[in-house]
T-cell receptor
Framework: SQTIHQWPATLVQPVGSPLSLECTVEGTSNPNLYWYRQAAGRGLQLLFYSVGIGQISSEVPQNLSASRPQDRQFILSSKKLLLSDSGFYLC??????????FGSGTRLTVV | KNQVEQSPQSLIILEGKNCTLQCNYTVSPFSNLRWYKQDTGRGPVSLTIMTFSENTKSNGRYTATLDADTKQSSLHITASQLSDSASYICVVSGSNDYKLSFGAGTTVTVRA
């Protein structure tokens, strides 16, 4: 069966520090991978999606970047965090047969 | 702009009672509509997915309906339990499945 792992679950980082959130998928090959951000009281906002290794599409211009170094690994990064980067980040993968499956999320607090 | 509007924003119900959540959307063309349950601090978990031709789909005590003509969907929770306390998110997919449109969610609180 397919599983998705996302870590860490919570993270507190100072302003200006770098960020690296990792997401891996097991049990499938060549999945579509996504990074979302969820603000309180608002719907999920698509940040990046990837249809293959090294293929990244950015939906929202911002202080973040994404990379897909391996087929089932998706990384969300920042060189210098801003206060506005605080939020709940979700990784997800999709297929036509399974639909969308979300990770457990990372609560990022920038202080 | 594709939008998904959910109502109410939040509701409180007593354990054992039923409730219905609403979702209206303007996404076009339409591919499918999903309902997710999201516990606090966790990722959303899929409850149902419906395509254009489906009117009703059930998953245990959860029943979703879809009217593609009026672009409305509802999620009915029967005999609510304390564990039903969560945010319920309506998600609509257009022709491009890479870009989903998310509702802001309805927060359901079930009280004993």
């Amino acid at each position: 069966s397919q599983t998705i792992h996302q870590w860490p679950a919570t993270l507190v980082q100072p302003v200006g520090s770098p960020l690296s959130l990792e997401c891996t998928v097991e049990g499938t090959s060549n999945p579509n991978l996504y990074w979302y951000r969820q603000a309180a009281g608002r719907g999920l906002q698509l940040l990046f999606y990837s249809v293959g290794i090294g293929q990244i599409s950015s939906e929202v211009p911002q202080n973040l970047s994404a990379s897909r170094p391996q087929d089932r690994q998706f990384i969300l990064s920042s060189k210098k965090l801003l206060l506005s980067d605080s939020g709940f980040y979700l990784c997800a993968w999709s297929s036509w047969t399974v639909g969308y499956t979300f990770g457990s999320g990372t609560r990022l607090t920038v202080v | 702009k594709n939008q998904v509007e959910q109502s109410p924003q939040s509701l409180i119900i007593l354990e054992g009672k039923n409730c219905t959540l609403q979702c209206n959307y303007t996404v076009s063309p339409f591919s499918n509509l999903r309902w997710y349950k999201q516990d606090t601090g966790r990722g959303p978990v899929s409850l149902t997915i419906m395509t254009f031709s489906e009117n009703t789909k059930s998953n245990g005590r959860y029943t979703a309906t879809l009217d593609a003509d009026t672009k409305q969907s509802s999620l009915h929770i029967t005999a609510s339990q304390l564990s039903d306390s969560a945010s319920y998110i309506c998600v609509v997919s257009g022709s491009n499945d890479y870009k989903l449109s998310f509702g802001a969610g309805t927060t359901v609180t079930v009280r004993a």
